[in-house]
């Protein structure tokens, strides 16, 4: 089945920096690649999406990047805010059309 | 933020207790998923179903039931639980898994369920 890797577990940053989160993939098939924002006690929620035939794609401050050879993807928020402060986590869904979650990257953004 | 309701918010429970918890969504979709979200396993998918049909478990222990009665509801039957599986349940729906554009999951906002 698919497995999906994400780093950093841990990213603490200063407001106005960007923030970087990454995540690898195994499952060629795999192409439709989401990335969900959950901050302390809400529901996750979908914050940017990427499909396989697509290398980037940017919304404001968002931003995700796909190298399919390389198998991975990256989420980018540039001008971070103390709003962005949650967890972002990456899903991979391929094949079985069922998502493959990563671990999660908690976000701390410090004014 | 109401398309996907969960009941209870807050749950509970001893080792002998039976409860069930409940799922609706109000968006016309037709795949539905159970999730575990604890601190060691972030999100465990558990159950799938599409069109009122299971397609997935992903090695539940039998303490967990589920049941999904059509395609806007869903339970999930406990009982007979341990410690361990004191965490936040989540429900989530997609409108047709494997059709491009419609892969998105909505999550509900998850039933904190913690087992004395």
Not at chain 1, 55 to 73: S, Y
Not at chain 1, 82 to 108: K, M, N
Not at chain 2, 20 to 48: D, I, R, T
Not at chain 2, 91 to 116: E, M
Request: hydrophobic share 30%; with cysteine; glycine share 6%.
């Amino acid at each position: 089945g698919e497995n999906v890797e994400q780093h950093p577990s841990t990213l603490s940053v200063q407001e106005g920096d960007s923030a970087v989160i990454k995540c690898t993939y195994s499952d060629s098939a795999s192409n439709y690649f989401p990335w969900y924002k959950q901050e302390l006690g809400k529901r996750p929620q979908l914050i940017i999406d990427i499909r396989s035939n697509v290398g980037e794609k940017k919304d404001q401050r968002i931003a995700v990047t796909l190298n399919k050879t390389a198998k991975h993807f990256s989420l980018h928020i540039t001008e971070t805010q103390p709003e962005d402060s949650a967890v972002y986590f990456c899903a991979s869904t391929g094949g079985s059309y069922i998502p493959t979650f990563g671990r999660g990257t908690s976000l701390i953004v410090h004014p | 933020e109401t398309g996907v309701t969960q009941t209870p918010r807050h749950l509970v429970m001893g080792m002998t207790n039976k409860k069930s918890l409940k799922c609706e969504q109000h968006l016309g979709h037709n795949a539905m998923y159970w999730y575990k979200q604890s601190a060691k396993k972030p999100l465990e998918l558990m159950f799938v179903y599409n069109f009122k049909e299971q397609t997935e478990n992903n090695s539940v222990p039998s303490r967990f039931s589920p049941e999904c009665p059509n395609s806007s509801h869903l339970f999930l039957h406990l009982h007979t639980l341990q410690p361990e599986d004191s965490a936040l349940y989540l429900c989530a729906s997609s409108q047709d898994p494997g059709l491009a554009g419609t892969d998105t999951q909505y999550f509900g906002p998850g039933t904190r369920l913690t087992v004395l």
